[in-house]
């Protein structure tokens, strides 16, 4: 045997030992993952030196690589998997875990990297692949199914991401036991999609039953436990119920620093959800270092045009805009909707509300034609993707009505203001208290404009519904009275 072949024979056997030994990368392997993760990535080395292709070498580099990835160090975990995707199409008889493994994994890797494109392409090819060979229903369609949903769901096209959470949920109830993690994990997705289509009741249940089964199967300090209780606070966030949030957020953060690096993506993520709420809470000094160290987080890690990053450039806008420093506000503003709209696109409900945030920051600066033209740009966006009822559109349509006003065209105003009245009342129904503030804030413009008889019915409108619900010693009730007295 030559020293060629010898030397081949030898990183041969290197490489089976380190597969063997490798574990699996969940989280409660981590800890010997990191011990051997310089054995694994020198031996991942020998694979492409010497050209080694078969299934130890493949695994081998799927679970260096998966383990990288859940590190937040992509870029090293990238070569790999695409390596391993080499080697699949030279050889054949590579197991077929192994393959749609790895499909999945580079489908996840590249969707972390907003790379929506590629991301899709993997997942494809995994549900495919799976699909050809079971059928539809079988157990193995789930994952690819729920990847390629969370892809759908990050662009934005939330009717695509709800028929492939339901399939994959469909498909693990009628396979695995109720509590099993990967129906936590099917709810978990459904609930934050109809979290965002501010579905509150529908979401809140599949949460509980998330976090239910997580918090039975999992250590306390296993990261899908903090990501469901991160999930719940914004739940309650969206409902603008921030001191009941804020606990929520404080475990998850507590939780993820245990977990993770100093400078993985989950801090930031974390970080930023915090600061929101003591942002939301008026406490803007606790607000300001988490949401610079998130931005620090996600520039240095995810990059400095990653749609995370501009997340946190949003955020940090907004702290600012609050404060009054308009100055400091705007370019932040403007770099973060640039980068989402290169990352999400201009239909995206993100990039519609970084438009909404510039119209209103132009608002603060009196520069009314500039809210005007954010502010429509962020209502067809909203009315285009998440339709006429839900609340983002409803927000959109009242900031325009408020930017009109402002600028003096009433009638544009009047339109807007009636539309949402009608919107509030027919989805609703006239006890709710969108539908309570909608005709008031009608009531309140006919107020302004000198048209009495049509404020005056609606003031009263907006009394008896309060008088009944809330009762005749009300402040609501008396703030009423004030204004049909005036």
Known sequence: MDRKSS???????????????????????????????????????????????????????????????????????????????????????????????????????????????????????????????????HLDTATPMDNLASIYYEQGDYSQALQLYQQALTVRESHLPADHLDIANSCNNLAALHDVLGEYETALSFYERALAIRKKALPANHPDVANSLNNLATLYYALGDYEAALPFYQDALSRKENSFDPTHPEIA????????????????????????????IHEKTLGEEHSHTARSLNNLAALYEAQGEYLQANPLYERALTIWQNTLGLEHPTTAACLNNLAGLYYELDEYPKAIEFAKQALTVTENVLGEKHPDTLQSLHNLGVFYEKAGQHEDALVLYERIAAITEATLGLENADTIQALNNLAEFHDTQGNYPQAIALYERVLEILERTLGSEHLDVAQILNNLAG
Do not use: M
């Not at 993952?33 to 694994?40: G, I, P, W, Y």
């Not at 492409?48 to 090293?76: D, H, I, P, R, W």
């Not at 600061?275 to 160290?293: H, I, N, S």
């Open 7 to 137: 030397w081949r024979k030898r990183a041969e056997k290197v490489v089976n030992q380190v597969c063997k030994v490798f574990p699996d990368p969940e989280f409660t392997n981590w800890g010997l993952c990191e011990e051997l993760l310089l054995s694994a990535t020198a031996a991942c080395g020998q694979v492409g030196n010497f050209a080694l292709a078969n299934e130890n070498a493949v695994l081998l580099l799927n679970k260096t690589a998966y383990y990288l990835q859940e590190k937040a160090q992509y870029s090293e975990a990238l070569p790999l998997y695409q390596h391993g995707l080499a080697i699949c199409e030279q050889v054949h008889g590579i197991s077929y875990n192994i393959v749609t493994n790895l499909l999945n994994n580079t489908g996840f890797l590249f969707g972390e990297q907003d790379n929506f494109e590629q991301a899709i392409f993997y997942t494809k090819q995994a549900l495919e692949l799976t699909q050809s060979l079971f059928g539809s229903d």
């Open 269 to 296: 993520t974390s970080l930023d959800n915090l600061a929101a709420t003591y942002y939301q809470l008026g406490d803007y000094g606790q607000a300001l270092p988490l949401y610079q160290r998130a931005l620090n």
